[in-house]
């Protein structure tokens, strides 16, 4: 799971497996947010999109808990 | 199993070392001493590696924002562990000015003159989706190392 907000407004929704906004690839065998319009929050007002994406700019964030809960010894 | 109080001594050497770092030696027949040289760097991976071959790391090309070799996960990387499980002190953020291609994996390298790579691991979920203008951030606590079953 990971914790999508909006830069402007903090306003996110929590995004993982068979949320709306997240397509399975059969390839790859991941998760992946595809859809950003279909992230389940509300911009306030004042939030603008980016003038070259126009895509309200958002952060992608690991929560406590949310990363690798058991990271493991590397070579 | 271990003793989760000697398993939380070495891993407080290593992880809980600040910026002065320092070394282990061991006696006679215990195998090579290795230094411990902080600060710790996280590493994105645009194809995860395993426990004992290393991941793909991301770009500037393609995760433009991010700096091979990682970002610092501070003086610090973490406090002492509780019952041989330890979480990283200190977010790290990246500020993609262009479309990024998937990050499934990330990894945590010393930073010696050869760096060596610490600890390796999935994310729960690929990081996929992040454009220009958007950041990818591992807040405090978000990184776990749990030497437990280790």
Known sequence: ?????????????????????????AETGQ???TDRSALRHSHSGDCEPHPETGH????????????????TGGS | MTDSG?????LQAVFSATATGGSLTPGTGGGSGFAVSPPYHLRLMTTAGSNTSNGTEATGVNCPGYTALGSTLGTQFCAAPVAAVQSNANAVTWNATGTWTTVPGIEVWDTAATPLRWLQGTVTSPISGVVNGDSVIFAAGAISANAQSW
Not at chain 1, 3 to 24: K, L, M, W
Not at chain 1, 60 to 71: R, S, T, V
Request: aromatic fraction near 10%; charged fraction near 10%; include cysteine.
């Open chain 1, 1 to 25: 799971m990971i914790h999508v907000s909006c830069q402007n407004c903090h306003a996110y929704d929590v995004v993982g497996p068979g949320h709306p906004a997240v397509t399975y690839s």
């Open chain 1, 31 to 33: 998760h992946l947010l």
């Open chain 1, 56 to 71: 309200y700019p958002l952060h992608f964030e690991f929560m406590a808990g949310m990363a690798p809960a058991d990271l």
């Open chain 2, 6 to 10: 000697r398993v939380n001594s070495l």
